[in-house]
């Protein structure tokens, strides 16, 4: 099993768009950012893990799930490294590969003495482009591919019988 444990607020900071969107709203920046990793979980088929400080949502630790997303906010007056650093501990074994997406180089220096990998926010947004490019490669794939019937018939009779199955007679 993989899973990505993603530094909430420092890849906010590093990605433009996010970054443009926390200016104006925090919020929003961290819905866009829960959107993209659920994009990233769903494509990717592996675990993702999102760690926001408890910084700028002042109470108690909770734990959200978003889509296929797990959210964690940590609790007040613990940082994002240290609940990320007690989960890769947690996490992380023989049969679990920990990827942690950060560019916090002294959080890259931790999590590499536990075991797990480092994903730089440039790296993940890399990935998370190319992701976004292979989806819609499919997509258009799956558009120009119409399925063919087994019975060769006239066009005409294909856009009728095509009529008829939608009902529009």
């Known amino acids: 099993m993989v899973v ?6 420092n890849i906010i900071g590093d990605w433009e768009e996010l970054r443009r969107l926390k200016e104006k709203d925090i919020g929003q920046a961290r819905d866009r950012l829960i959107e993209w990793m659920a994009e990233y979980q769903a494509y990717s088929g592996h675990r993702v893990i999102i760690v926001f ?6 109470g108690l630790q909770s734990k959200l799930k978003q889509y296929k997303v797990e959210v964690i906010y940590t609790r007040e007056k613990e940082t994002a490294d240290e ?6 501990r947690k996490i992380k074994n023989i049969k679990t590969q920990v990827y942690v997406a ?4 002294a959080e890259q220096r931790t999590i590499f003495g536990q075991g797990a990998l480092r994903k730089s926010a440039r790296e993940l947004q890399i990935e998370m482009d190319n ?4 989806i819609e490669e499919k997509v258009e794939v799956h ?3 119409r399925p ?3 019975i060769a018939l006239e066009k005409d009779i294909l856009e009728k019988f095509e009529k008829w199955r939608r009902g529009d007679s």
């Open 148 to 150: 063919q019937t087994k």
């Open 53 to 58: 400080d408890a910084y700028y949502v002042r």
């Open 131 to 134: 992701i976004e490019r292979e």
């Open 102 to 105: 950060t560019s916090d180089y």
């Open 83 to 88: 609940c990320i650093e007690r989960l890769v």
């Open 4 to 9: 990505l444990v993603v530094d909430g607020y």
């Open 143 to 145: 558009k120009n591919n």
